[in-house]
């Protein structure tokens, strides 16, 4: 079984800045992509960003494009997302996820973690 954890989340003001982790354990070896998800109040889970676990490529919701920047470091098994220039409307829940491909559609994904709150204040 995999477990993912992530962590990094809070309160900021707009225009400032976080970084999220999310630490990967158990048996990863097959699954190749990681991305991260959100979901805002009141409104469906949607994709953010993705890459490949072993290539250094990656895709980007256009709301973020430009702002977020996603990342790994393969020792530590682990996925960053660098949030700069927050808004109000970044507000969320974001969650990582672990798969076999990258992909924006959810179900395409086998492992998820508990999710961590991001909260922008105007």
């Known amino acids: 079984q995999v477990q993912l954890v992530e962590s990094g989340g809070g309160l900021v003001q707009a225009g400032g800045s976080l970084r999220l982790s999310c630490a990967a354990s158990?048996?990863?070896?097959?699954?190749?992509?990681m991305a991260w998800f959100r979901r805002a109040p009141g409104k469906e889970r949607e994709f953010v960003a993705v890459?490949?676990?072993?290539?250094?490529?990656?895709r980007y919701a256009e709301s973020v494009k430009g702002r977020f920047t996603i990342s790994r470091d393969n020792a530590k098994n682990t996925v960053y997302l660098q949030m700069n220039s927050l808004k109000p409307e970044d507000t969320a829940v974001y969650y990582c996820a672990l798969g076999l491909f990258p992909a924006e559609s959810g179900d395409q994904y086998n492992y998820w973690g508990q999710g961590t709150q991001v909260t922008v204040s105007s």
């Open positions: 890459m490949s676990w072993s290539v250094d490529s990656a």
């Open positions: 158990g048996r990863t070896f097959s699954r190749n992509t």
